[in-house]
């Protein structure tokens, strides 16, 4: 089993390299995890830069001392991953976002889809997306990351399509007996650079939707023979491109 992982804000570790996790974090590691001098952890910012540290002591209930061992960081992984997700309804896409960090995902983008029966606005808005971010980091803790994926603000399609045409490799997830799509599986994927992905709500993408993006250098894939839910087709699609670029190697 691999350290239990706790986010700080800052990495810098006090004379003999002593440190203390304090505040939530300080208070999950002693009365949660329960942890105890000579344990390892690892405390991260989030962003990819971390430490190795060996538990000293506990003070109160809050507070974990520990030794800092030499600061690291971890770099970007390439070809970095970013998942547009249409906003699904409840809480669909927190479970959403928890299986995409989990699994490897590098960036999500919210999407307000014509076809969306939810729709963020105002404080509404703020508080699904303060939701997502939150899952990020808690599912970024969970599997052990150093590097927590950005989830971004909630796009508009046509910031979609503009984030589309910078790609270096763009697909939209689109299964229509009618409509031509390819395989994700035997799709040619570049090596490094950007790919983005596009996932579409339980309606599926609009036909203006698909245009547009196709404009913008995006074609349509599908995954295989079933339908997946919204909530679920960008984690399985994440786990194929992780595996096919060698990310997974």
């Known amino acids: 089993m691999t350290a239990p992982v706790f986010v700080v804000e800052h990495l810098d ?17 002693v009365s949660v995890k329960r942890l105890r001098p000579g344990e390892t952890v690892v405390l991260t910012d989030g962003a990819g830069r971390w430490a190795e ?5 506990t003070e109160g209930k809050d507070r974990l001392v520990v030794h800092m061992g030499a600061v690291a960081e971890e770099p970007a992984q390439s070809p970095r991953i970013t998942v547009v997700q249409a906003l699904p ?8 976002v928890e299986t995409m960090t989990e699994t490897g ?3 999500i983008v919210p999407w307000a889809a014509a076809r969306c029966i939810t ?10 997306l303060g939701k997502w971010r939150a899952t990020a980091r808690e599912a970024g803790k969970q599997s052990r990351r ?15 399509a503009a984030l589309l045409a910078e790609a270096d490799f763009a697909a939209v997830l689109h299964e229509e007996r009618d409509y031509g799509s390819e395989p994700l599986a035997t799709a040619e994927l570049p ?5 983005v992905l596009v996932v579409g709500p339980e309606g599926g993408v609009a036909p203006e939707e698909l245009a547009l993006f196709e404009e913008a250098g995006a074609k349509a894939y599908r995954l295989g023979r079933t339908v997946l839910r919204t909530s ?3 984690t399985a699609a994440t786990a194929l491109l992780l595996g096919r670029t060698g990310r997974w190697s």
Do not use: M, N
């Open 13 to 29: 570790a006090g004379g003999g390299g002593r440190y203390v996790l304090d505040g939530p974090e300080g208070r999950h590691a």
């Open 53 to 57: 540290c060996e538990v000293v002591d």
């Open 89 to 96: 309804k409840g809480d669909r896409g927190e479970l959403a």
């Open 105 to 107: 995902v590098d960036a």
């Open 119 to 128: 729709q963020w606005k105002g404080e509404r808005g703020l508080k699904a």
């Open 146 to 160: 150093v590097r927590f994926p950005e989830v971004a603000d909630a796009a508009t399609t046509k910031q979609v």
């Open 191 to 195: 090596s490094s650079g950007e790919i």
């Open 232 to 234: 679920t087709a960008g």
